[in-house]
């Protein structure tokens, strides 16, 4: 780099001057490289920041980004980032920094405006407009926007680049294809010829332009394998030459692409050398034989595939491992598809040989072979990429191998062949997992060979198991030997390397041996006698544990398995001890429930842990059970009763005499289990005093729950369950009968644990229980069809009972269940002997709760007036269903109650129940007097609730969501009241109705100050208009709603003078409102060119409101409803020609857009101009496309320039770049229509052929494309 002798000069003045002077002269490299040099290294600052504002210049610029072009948008991003970091961590200082900044954002930043902020007037935004205030506000800075690529950039990236060269490269390619496969004369000097060109102009031009050399090498390499396609069909090979032949050929190919890879350094070549190998690797079995079968081919492949992996070792070896990479992954992929071939031949091959018969053996071995090989190139991929998925992929590929080679040979074919097979492969896939262990130990093998012995080792363990069943299913005889030498081979894996799950395994293979040894023709038959098979094997299991007594987690390996086993086989007998002594043989399970509860006594006593204990206990019930069944004695159930009852006294007698807790423990939980079972079995069986036993259990629960508060339920559960099977056994029917009981034991149970129990964890479910059985109870007492004297005394007694109970815990909230229980009570009494007149009883008993409530002042205050509060909502939703006469009269009386807890207390949340009731009492009142309707009663609901909002508000304080929710049900039913008048038909009521409306809406707006509140009685008296018209039946409704959309207008002006500018906006808005409205609905009246004056006059509101905000985004809907007049007035004159339709549209659109220009807005302007031009031009050439006539050519082509020259005014480009391309179109489509025989083949062939030269062209031509795009960069859009 020279660096010019005035930029070193020591004066920073002539420096100064000298770089002024140099930015004038043109750009060269040298001058950009002096002054990106004095930005980062000037002693000055100020020539430094003067030097960064010179590198801005238009004359620098172009330059600048030319040199980045090679770089991506990302990648400067990147870059970027990494300087920010540098400059933070100090690696850099800042002067440094903004030059490297400098020079690489020069690509990513906005073009300059061409006109200043200075001398541009900035016009007012749609928010600027709405602004009343005067007084400025300072503007805060704008937020710094990321930098964007420039359009020059985007248009000539390396992106942009590539997808032309691959792109044309792949048109091309597909064109050579098609000519090969279709076109006869020539083709094959035509496609030689190609390949030379490609290839030698690849070749030349390697060093200049790389990366279209490559793609031209692409398009080369490609050719020539259709080239020889072509030769092999002009020539007629057939049968093995024709293999032969491409064998050679792909082997060429792959060469070829293996020099590329090496001239190319390129991963994309390496992917096709390694296919092109493996497809000639495919064709070998055609060479040999005439008629070769799928499966050598798949053989041959997957050879090759493995003799690949060697070019991948080289590759990564000499190129590192990213490049290797794609490589060895398309070789994992051809390996995926070869093992899919051969889980699609193998079935087929099954079906050939075992139906058809006429299988050949050699099939069988190939396949056996194929899976070999599989394994063999998983097992070499993991050596040169280990991933932990390869081992497994190698050991399943090794699995099948036996089977499918012993499937070649009839002998081998046969049952017991093939689980000896089996087991012969299992035991080498053993030996071959322990040697890959052994082997994997060694330091140069650490980690590579030993991951697979463990899927091996797996592997064999399956095949053990399948040989296992395979030779159970032919004879016992062989599934003894097969179970017994896995059971000795794995036994022997597990003494050489102690492993848990061998050991399992191995175990459970003798266990099967075992069980298949009774079966053997000199042994004599048990088969009736299981529980003496199983009862020693349990033993024998257990028995190490007892004798030898280790440590409980010393040796898992050898234990763990052996323990496991031990609990499964206890389960297994316990299971068919259970069902062999309930069924047929009580003694034989007898004989073994003592037996084996003996042997778990002395393993609990041995090992001293009293939680085993329970086992004998269970057994011992058992063995008790069946003795006695046995014996047929018909006290079985009082025996055992009695049992549990020792259990529990035996317990308690080691806590207090012995002082053993653990086996105290034991022993009482113990005999509560033995309870808890006779409970349920008494649920099923019947017994003789089972329960008064039950409640002699429940004393024995309630005594422990002392020890243990969380058994607590059970004593009121038993209780609750004896007393109930005592009622049943005395033949009572009543359900009630059972609740009331069953409600006051458990409440006294409860009340009970609150005195006894300082510490109830689980108090709340008690009292859960017993508020359920009290809902119980309601529930019945309430639904009982025939209610009886008894049925009033017993929810009398319930009733006082429960007043007691709230006495007793002082709990006034506790009296709810006494008033619920009272009314229920009083209910049932009125059913009895006051049938039709239940409300006379309740009504009044409702007055009587609030009245006690209102006289006390304490606590039961609240819940005698909450009672009585209750009882009368519950009264008002039934008295519809009442069958006497004046039931709203007293739904109005209850509503009272609602009324006087609102006002005199000052409860707020009354008032949603005074609402209530009171659309209750409306409603019934209405249906009365025969005036119910949907219009009359949502009508009367509207005034009801927004009046009482009125009022309430007023003179309280009120819940602020109970009076939104008033006002919003309020306005909903005025809503709902106007939407139902319609489908009844308008009559002179529902326009009184909506007048009335319209009138309380006005009063109550102007009542609540609120002017928003206004638009509520505008828009109700549109809506009273046309329900007069309608009435009056009128079928236009245009003049009249414009007309008082205009009234409300001019309402609007006289508010204004008034001095009510919320009041005029309320008015000015709804007439704008309504006008849109009344213009949208003008298509529907049909009345003609008439009805296109209101849309006209809609229009003409909205421009006196925009003029009025001075806000341009308000033209929208002007221009809007005028071009809708304009259409329909061309549609009652019937114009059918599109022209003027899109003319008149175009014409609006570009108004506009010059408006929205003016504005600053240049995305509304963009959005807008497009849209225009395109329905201008776009119908144009929709016509001239679909009549196929020059006349709209013509009409096309000075519409366009029309528009561009517009677009040349203002200085758009989307205004120019649209009309440029409309032109080309049009004149493309012309040349079309005239060149309409041209080859497909010719046409796609020589667009990759210009996309490829344009590519190319734009690597060679980078530096003026970038200028010419700079200077466009500097438009509007």
């Keep these: 780099m020279s660096i010019p002798e005035e930029l070193r000069s020591p004066d920073p003045q002539n420096r100064k001057q000298a770089l002024q002077k140099l930015t004038l002269e043109p750009a060269t490299p040298d001058l950009l490289a002096a002054i990106e040099h004095m930005a980062a290294h000037d002693p000055d600052p100020e020539l430094r920041a003067a030097a960064l504002d010179a590198l801005d210049s238009s004359r620098l610029r172009a330059l600048r980004t030319q040199r980045l072009m090679k770089l991506s948008g990302s990648e400067q991003k990147f870059i970027l980032q990494e300087l920010d970091t540098w400059q933070k961590q100090g690696l850099i200082g800042e002067d440094l920094a903004n030059s490297l900044r400098s020079r690489y954002r020069v690509a990513l930043k906005p073009a300059v405006p061409l006109v200043s902020q200075a001398e541009q007037p900035v016009p007012p935004t749609p928010a600027s407009a709405l602004q009343t205030d005067s007084t400025s506000t300072p503007i805060a800075p704008a937020a710094s926007r990321e930098p964007r690529p420039s359009l020059a950039q985007t248009l000539l990236s390396e992106t942009s680049i590539k997808t032309f060269l691959y792109l044309g490269a792949f048109f091309v390619i597909a064109a050579a294809v098609i000519l090969a496969a279709l076109v006869e004369t020539l083709r094959l000097p035509i496609l030689s010829l190609a390949a030379l060109s490609f290839g030698g102009t690849a070749l030349a031009v390697k060093k200049r332009l790389p990366q279209p050399s490559f793609v031209l090498f692409i398009v080369f390499s490609f050719i020539?394998?259709?080239?020889?396609?072509?030769?092999?069909?002009?020539?007629?090979?057939?049968?093995?030459?024709?293999?032969?032949?491409?064998?050679?050929?792909?082997?060429?190919?792959?060469?070829?692409?293996?020099?590329?890879?090496?001239?190319?350094?390129?991963?994309?070549?390496?992917?096709?050398?390694?296919?092109?190998?493996l497809c000639s690797a495919g064709f070998i079995p055609a060479i040999l034989s005439?008629?070769?079968?799928?499966?050598?081919?798949?053989?041959?492949?997957?050879?090759?595939?493995?003799?690949?992996?060697?070019?991948?070792?080289?590759?990564?070896?000499?190129?590192?491992?990213?490049?290797?990479?794609?490589?060895?992954?398309?070789g994992q992929i051809f390996s995926a598809v070869i093992v899919a071939g051969l889980f699609v031949t193998g079935p087929a091959n099954f079906f050939d040989l075992?139906?058809?018969?006429?299988?050949?053996?050699?099939?069988?071995?190939?396949?056996?072979?194929?899976?070999?090989?599989?394994?063999?190139?998983?097992?070499?991929?993991?050596?040169?990429?280990?991933?932990?998925l390869f081992p497994w992929f190698a050991t399943a590929a090794l699995m099948p191998v036996m089977f499918i080679a012993q499937q070649g040979f009839e002998f081998s074919r046969q049952s017991w062949a093939l689980a000896i097979g089996w087991t012969i492969w299992a035991t080498i896939l053993t030996l071959l997992s322990e040697t890959a262990y052994r082997i994997g130990r060694l330091q140069e093998l650490q980690g590579r060979i030993q991951s697979i012995n463990l899927p091996l080792a797996l592997a064999g363990i399956?095949?053990?198991?399948?040989?296992?069943?395979?030779?159970?299913?032919?004879?016992?005889?062989?599934?003894?030997?097969?179970?017994?030498?896995?059971?000795?081979?794995?036994?022997?894996?597990?003494?050489?390397?102690?492993?848990?799950?061998?050991?399992?395994?191995?175990?459970?293979?003798?266990?099967?041996?075992y069980f298949n040894f009774f079966d053997l023709p000199f042994f004599p038959d048990l088969e009736n006698y299981p529980l003496y098979q199983i009862t020693p094997l349990i033993i024998l299991l257990l028995l190490p544990d007892l004798i030898l007594r280790p440590e409980w987690n010393k040796n898992p390996a050898w234990f763990y398995p052996l323990r496991g086993l031990g609990v499964l086989m206890a389960l297994a007998g316990l299971f068919v001890m259970l069902v062999i002594g309930f069924l047929s043989d009580p003694t034989q399970s007898a004989v073994c429930a003592m037996i084996l509860a003996g042997f778990s006594l002395l393993y609990a006593l041995r090992y001293q842990q009293p939680i085993l204990g329970y086992i004998p206990g269970a057994l011992f019930a058992l063995e008790l059970t069946y003795m006695l069944n046995s014996f047929a004695f018909p006290f079985t159930f009082t025996a055992l009763s009695l049992l549990a009852l020792l259990y529990y006294g035996l317990g308690w007698a080691l806590h207090r005499i012995l002082h053993s807790e653990g086996w105290s423990i034991t022993s009482r939980w113990s005999g509560l289990a033995l309870a808890f079972a006779l409970v349920i079995a008494a649920l099923v069986l019947e017994n003789s005093f089972e329960g008064w036993l039950i409640g002699i259990f429940g004393i024995l629960f309630m005594a422990e729950a002392r020890r243990h508060p969380k058994i607590e339920t059970v004593a009121p559960a038993l209780f609750a369950l004896g007393y109930s099977l005592v009622l049943f056994e005395n033949n009572v029917s009543q359900i009630f009968t059972y609740l009331f009981g069953m409600s006051i034991l458990w409440l006294s149970a409860n009340y009970a644990y609150s005195k006894s129990l300082p510490n109830r964890p689980l108090a709340r479910l008690t009292q859960i229980t017993a508020v359920l059985l009290l809902v119980l109870s309601a529930a019945f007492l309430l639904g009982s069809t025939d209610p009886t004297g008894s049925l009033f005394w017993m929810g009398l007694a319930l009733s006082i009972f429960l007043l007691l109970h709230a006495l007793?815990?002082?709990?006034?909230w506790l009296g709810y269940a006494f008033t619920i229980f009272l009314a229920l009570s009083a209910l049932t009494m009125s059913r009895i002997w006051f049938e039709p007149a239940w409300l006379w009883v309740l009504t009044p008993l409702a007055i009587i709760y609030f009245a006690i409530g209102l006289a006390l002042k304490n606590g039961w205050s609240n819940t005698f007036r909450f009672s009585g509060l209750g009882l009368a909502a519950l009264t008002a939703l039934c008295a519809p269903f009442a069958l006497q006469s004046g039931a709203g009269w007293f739904v109005a009386v209850l509503g009272l109650l609602w009324l006087a807890e609102t006002w005199l207390n000052k409860q707020s949340w009354a008032e949603g129940g005074f609402y209530l009731t009171g659309l209750f009492a409306l409603g019934m009142l209405l249906k009365q007097y025969d005036l119910l309707s949907l219009s009359y009663f949502f009508f009367g609901m509207a005034l009801f609730l927004l009046g009482f909002d009125l009022i309430f508000g007023l003179n309280f304080k009120r819940n602020p969501l109970l009076s939104t929710s008033a006002r919003v049900l309020g306005g909903a039913a005025a809503t709902i009241s106007m939407l139902a008048c319609p489908p009844d038909g308008i009559q002179a009521g529902e326009v009184l109705v909506s007048l009335a409306l319209t009138v309380f809406f006005a009063l109550y707006a102007a009542l609540r100050r609120q002017p928003v509140l206004g638009y509520i009685p505008a828009g109700l008296l549109a809506v009273s208009t046309l329900f007069a018209l309608n009435w009056l039946e009128q079928s236009t409704w245009l003049w009249p709603l414009i007309l008082l959309a205009v009234a409300y207008s001019l309402a609007s002006l006289a508010l204004g003078l008034l001095a009510a500018p919320s009041w005029s906006r309320v008015l000015r808005i709804s007439g704008v409102a309504l006008g849109t409205l009344t213009g949208l609905s003008a298509p529907f009246e049909g009345s003609g060119v008439a009805a296109?004056?209101?849309?006209?006059?809609?229009?003409?509101?909205?421009?006196?409101?925009?003029?009025?905000?001075?806000?341009?985004?308000?033209?929208?809907?002007?221009?809007?409803?005028?071009?809708?007049?304009?259409?329909?007035?061309?549609?009652?004159?019937?114009?059918?020609?599109?022209?003027?339709?899109?003319?008149?549209?175009?014409?609006?659109?570009?108004?506009?857009?010059?408006?929205?220009?003016?504005?600053?807005?240049?995305?509304?302007?963009?959005?807008?101009?497009?849209?225009?031009?395109?329905?201008?031009?776009?119908?144009?050439?929709?016509?001239?496309?679909?009549?196929?006539?020059?006349?709209?050519?013509?009409?096309?082509?000075?519409?366009?320039?029309?528009?561009?020259?517009?677009?040349?005014?203002?200085?758009?480009?989307?205004?120019?770049?649209?009309?440029?391309?409309?032109?080309?179109?049009?004149?493309?489509?012309?040349?079309?229509?005239?060149?309409?025989?041209?080859?497909?083949?010719?046409?796609?062939?020589?667009?990759?052929?210009?996309?490829?030269?344009?590519?190319?062209?734009?690597?060679?031509?980078?530096?003026?494309?970038?200028?010419?795009?700079?200077?466009?960069?500097?438009?509007?859009?």
């Excluded at 007793?808 to 006034?812: M, T, W």
């Excluded at 506009?1152 to 329905?1175: E, I």
Aim: glycine share 10%; proline share 3%; net charge positive.
């Design 290 to 330: 005439s008629d070769p079968i799928a499966e050598a081919s798949l053989l041959t492949i997957q050879l090759a595939n493995l003799l690949g992996l060697a070019g991948v070792l080289l590759l990564t070896r000499k190129k590192g491992r990213p490049f290797g990479m794609p490589a060895f992954l398309l």
């Design 354 to 388: 075992y139906v058809d018969g006429n299988s050949t053996g050699a099939v069988w071995l190939t396949m056996s072979a194929a899976w070999f090989v599989t394994a063999i190139f998983y097992i070499a991929s993991n050596q040169l990429i280990a991933f932990p």
């Design 808 to 812: 007793l815990y002082r709990q006034a």
């Design 1092 to 1277: 296109a004056i209101p849309v006209a006059i809609a229009a003409s509101l909205w421009a006196v409101e925009a003029f009025r905000r001075r806000n341009v985004w308000l033209g929208f809907p002007t221009n809007g409803l005028y071009l809708m007049s304009y259409f329909m007035l061309l549609t009652s004159l019937e114009v059918t020609q599109a022209q003027f339709y899109s003319i008149g549209a175009a014409l609006l659109g570009l108004l506009m857009h010059y408006l929205l220009t003016r504005a600053g807005s240049d995305k509304g302007a963009f959005v807008t101009g497009l849209v225009s031009q395109l329905v201008l031009l776009g119908t144009t050439y929709i016509q001239m496309v679909a009549n196929e006539q020059l006349g709209y050519f013509a009409a096309l082509f000075f519409q366009a320039l029309a528009v561009l020259v517009y677009g040349l005014v203002v200085r758009s480009r989307s205004l120019v770049g649209v009309p440029v391309a409309m032109l080309v179109l049009g004149v493309s489509t012309v040349m079309l229509f005239i060149l309409r025989g041209l080859s497909t083949v010719i046409l796609i062939g020589c667009t990759g052929i210009v996309m490829i030269l344009v590519a190319t062209l734009a690597v060679v031509l980078r530096e003026r494309l970038a200028q010419v795009g700079e200077r466009l960069s500097g438009w509007r859009a």
């Design 462 to 513: 399956a095949l053990f198991l399948v040989g296992g069943v395979w030779g159970v299913s032919n004879s016992a005889s062989w599934g003894f030997a097969l179970l017994a030498t896995a059971a000795v081979v794995l036994s022997l894996a597990h003494i050489i390397r102690p492993r848990g799950w061998v050991w399992l395994p191995a175990l459970v293979s003798g266990l099967f041996a």
């Design 224 to 277: 020539l394998p259709i080239n020889a396609g072509v030769f092999s069909d002009l020539v007629g090979l057939e049968g093995q030459v024709l293999a032969a032949y491409w064998t050679f050929v792909l082997l060429v190919s792959a060469g070829i692409w293996g020099f590329a890879t090496w001239f190319y350094n390129s991963r994309f070549f390496s992917l096709t050398m390694l296919g092109g190998f």
